[in-house]
């Protein structure tokens, strides 16, 4: 599939996404290393399920510990480390919640949604987060992927230049027609201008092919079971 090019849609698209008609020159002052953004995309909600042998030597405290050393994910957030622990004299222990919490200056929060339908025209949004205590600069960019029809194209970068006040967000849409069923990546970039801060997401979008009594059916089947669920908890 191609992108469709019919005048009115184009005009149309022209309007909700071609809003920088900056030169290239204007737009390579002071950005620094686009091409060697490396985009976060490893987004698990749980992770380093793993069982770790303590040493039976408790140190003068009459605690045994271990250290353990381990890259964190993708995500910007406050993981909750949970453990439990299995002795024979003492049986089973919870340890308290121990929080870790992996920040930016400057990060991009992407949103897609679970889905989309081939052919039909969705908007994503890249959310810019500021939590710099000055104001800055931004050009933020969304990378060409042909299963996509999109202002980004094979030949022409599709970016945008946009201030940002300290300690504030600032929300980018993007409209896009999905040509190709499947799982697809979808990836944008920012860089700050003046500084070696950049920030890259990358997810995947599904793309499904329509289908509204498929959809229907199933809708039917879940407010079915909530009923009964819902039943069995009052009686």
């Given at each position: ?37 490396i ?24 605690i ?16 909750v ?35 989309v ?34 202002a ?18 600032r ?7 999905p ?37 229907i059916?199933?809708l ?16």
């Amino acid at each position: 599939a191609k992108c469709p090019q019919p005048a009115n849609r184009r005009r149309r698209r022209s309007v909700l996404l071609l809003d920088s008609k900056a030169s290239k020159g204007d737009f390579e002052d002071d950005f620094f290393g686009d091409d060697n953004i490396i985009s976060r995309s490893d987004f698990p909600e749980s992770w380093l399920w793993q069982t770790e042998q303590l040493p039976k030597q408790p140190n003068s405290q009459g605690i045994s510990s271990k250290i353990l050393s381990f890259y964190l994910k993708d995500f910007i957030t406050t993981w909750v480390v949970l453990a439990v622990s299995i002795t024979p004299t003492k049986g089973i222990c919870v340890a308290e919640p121990y929080e870790i919490t992996a920040m930016k200056d400057f990060f991009i929060d992407l949103q897609v949604p679970y889905s989309v339908v081939k052919n039909e025209q969705v908007e994503i949004r890249a959310v810019l987060y500021n939590y710099a205590d000055e104001d800055i600069e931004v050009r933020v960019e969304l990378l060409h992927n042909p299963a996509f029809c999109s202002a980004s194209t094979e030949r022409q970068r599709y970016r945008q230049q946009l201030p940002i006040k300290a300690l504030s967000s600032r929300a980018v849409p993007f409209v896009i027609v999905p040509l190709q069923q499947g799982l697809h990546d979808i990836e944008v970039t920012a860089r700050v201008r003046g500084v070696m801060t950049s920030d890259g997401v990358r997810k995947k979008l599904k793309v499904v092919v329509s289908n509204k009594w498929g959809y229907i059916m199933a809708l039917g089947e879940k407010a079915i079971s909530a009923n009964i669920y819902h039943n069995l908890f009052i009686y």
